[in-house]
């Protein structure tokens, strides 16, 4: 995982990693069309392929069922489909330009994964870091806004790792709201604490990570095989 080699390549140097955890408030049910067809014209979409996208986004509906109740047919003008392949794609497609915004701030690296994305700054000084990470946080303000999708800062946290036994005291915040701190947080079915001591969180939730950690733990055919 590119964020807890970037944390051990930091205590190797003695530096702390400062990061924040972003979550967007219903990621996928907020995604503006019309910004989404935008980006993919940037990205060189047209003709039929445009026309497909259209489609698939256009004339979804939805209704709940609740025991035998069912409400009446609803369509939707924004969003994507969810539990649609096409989507994470389509939503990839629609935070690439976050990057850019992330970029203009020196120091920062980045981690997206889906709708989960993860920033940090590494170095000694926790004031700097600290500085550097409220650039970002005024580009995402700006670049939310553009794209009108919408930050959940009650789920957004930082964390702070460190190896160093002296409590370090930080202040992040977005649009005035302050952000909570963690001393663990549990990333794709990781969790990861301060000094790095993680480990799978709860295995039968993340199976796919379960089978990932098995890679190469037979380093070759079972020996009646040969």
């Not at 590494?122 to 303000?141: M, P, Q, R, W, Y």
């Not at 370090?168 to 000094?195: A, M, T």
Request: glycine share 6%; hydrophobic share 45%.
């Amino acid at each position: 995982m590119k964020l807890t080699q970037a944390v051990k390549d930091g205590f190797h140097r003695k530096q702390s990693i400062l990061a924040i955890l972003v979550d967007f408030k219903a990621a996928y049910d907020n995604v503006w069309r019309h910004m989404l067809l935008h980006e993919l014209k940037k990205h060189g979409a047209a003709g039929n392929l445009l026309n497909w996208v259209q489609s698939f986004l256009s004339q979804r509906n939805i209704r709940c069922r609740f025991i035998n109740a069912t409400s009446a047919w609803k369509l939707l003008l924004q969003g994507l489909g969810q539990g649609v392949d096409l989507s994470c794609l389509l939503f990839n497609i629609m935070i690439d330009d976050l990057e850019t915004a992330i970029e203009k701030v020196p120091g920062i690296s980045f981690l997206f994964f889906a709708d989960d994305v993860v920033i940090w700054a590494t170095g000694s000084n926790i004031h700097s870091l600290e500085d550097t990470l409220k650039s970002f946080l005024l580009n995402l303000a700006t670049w939310v806004n553009i794209n009108k999708i919408e930050v959940s800062v009650e789920k957004t946290v930082s964390q702070l790792f460190t190896l160093s036994t002296t409590q370090r005291l930080f202040h992040l915040e977005y649009k005035v709201l302050p952000l909570k701190q963690v001393p663990l947080y549990k990333y794709l079915g990781i969790n990861l604490d301060s000094k790095l001591h993680w480990g799978i969180a709860e295995t039968s939730e993340s199976p796919e990570v379960v089978n990932c950690y098995q890679l190469g733990r037979y380093p070759g055919c079972f020996i009646h095989s040969l």
